[in-house]
């Protein structure tokens, strides 16, 4: 078993930065594939960024290309979430979760992920 805790979440006004961590624990994730995804109010939750096992490769939703940076840190069991330029429709609970698999096919898909952490709250006021 994987455990994920997200942490990082906070308020702050639009053009701020937030880094977010995933702390995992249980198992070495160095072999997993790592996402976070982000759910708003009454909205189902969405795709924000994945990342490969070894970093190589990452993927963004359209929404927060340019802006959002996924990486991870293997030795400390660790990934994160670099959000510059937040938008109030960031605002949402931001979730991540992993797969142990050196496939991307699926990376958006939150159906394709075996471990998730509660969340972290962003907020982001106008």
């Known amino acids: 078993q994987v455990q994920l805790v997200e942490s990082g979440g906070g308020l702050l006004q639009a053009g701020g930065s937030l880094r977010l961590s995933c702390a995992a624990s249980g198992r070495t994730v160095s072999s997993y594939r790592m996402g976070w995804f982000r759910q708003a109010p009454g909205k189902e939750r969405e795709f924000v960024a994945a990342i490969s096992w070894s970093g190589a490769s990452t993927y963004y939703a359209d929404s927060v290309k340019g802006r959002f940076t996924i990486s991870r840190d293997n030795a400390k069991n660790t990934v994160y979430l670099q959000m510059n330029s937040l938008r109030p429709e960031d605002t949402a609970v931001y979730s991540c979760?992993?797969?142990?698999?050196?496939?991307?096919?699926?990376?958006?898909?939150?159906?394709?992920?075996?471990?998730w952490g509660q969340g972290t709250q962003v907020t982001v006021s106008s």
């Open positions: 979760a992993a797969r142990k698999s050196y496939s991307l096919t699926y990376y958006y898909r939150v159906d394709d992920y075996d471990y």
